[in-house]
């Protein structure tokens, strides 16, 4: 698996953390099968607090494997948020964990969501999938826990584990990189994120 560093898609300058990529490219009809499991992930998914309340979570209103299995290529990024020293010195409550790890994580997630979205435009057809968490509406509560239509259909995208596909696995064996697990009042060394593209333009490659 060729693994790539990318430097294009963001850093993070006086943020208590540094914020790095990786991406590769693997077929999808591979991915799909070496790493996706619907039935086991919507399982999972089940037990979480935003399910059913959020665009970007299951339960998907489409059949997710007729979604993914019409495209050709994946790339899937990586972006790893490495906590800094004294970030890691001072975070030392629950709380103070969780606000942490927070706003890294939606840091990460709007430099991955700008970049992949640039290359979507740049390949009519292809498709991004991002976080569970939803940039979009800001603050506002989503529409799907009032029943209603999302604000923005045309530029909501789901999540890779939305659709079944394993990212811990994806994480260790496509990205090279080892998970790592803190504690109720400890961070770990870092957070990671895993996003993709996925496209049948041939021709396509993430720089």
Known sequence: MNIRTLTSVGEAEGM???????????????????YRDVERF????????????????PPCEFDVADYVDKYKYAHILGSKMTFDKA??????????????????MRFGLT????YLR????????????????????????CTRLENKPCRHPDD?????????????????????IELKWGKRDQLPEYITLVTAL???????ILE
């Open 118 to 141: 640039k290359y979507e435009r740049r390949s009519p057809g292809s498709i991004c999938f991002l976080g569970s968490r939803c940039l979009l509406c800001g603050t506002k509560p």
């Open 156 to 176: 909501v995208r789901v999540s890779l584990e939305a659709v079944g596909f394993d990212l811990g696995k994806t994480t260790q064996d496509l990205l090279g």
């Open 111 to 114: 430099k991955a969501s700008a």
């Open 16 to 34: 208590g953390f540094s914020l790095s990529h990786v991406v590769t490219t693997i077929p999808v009809s591979d991915y799909a099968k070496g």
């Open 42 to 57: 919507l399982s999972l998914c089940k037990q979480c607090h935003k399910f059913g309340h959020s665009w970007t979570c």
């Open 198 to 204: 996925l496209t049948n333009d041939s021709t396509l």
């Open 87 to 104: 970030t890691l010195e001072q975070t030392t409550t629950e709380e103070s964990v969780r606000k942490v790890c927070d706003d890294a």
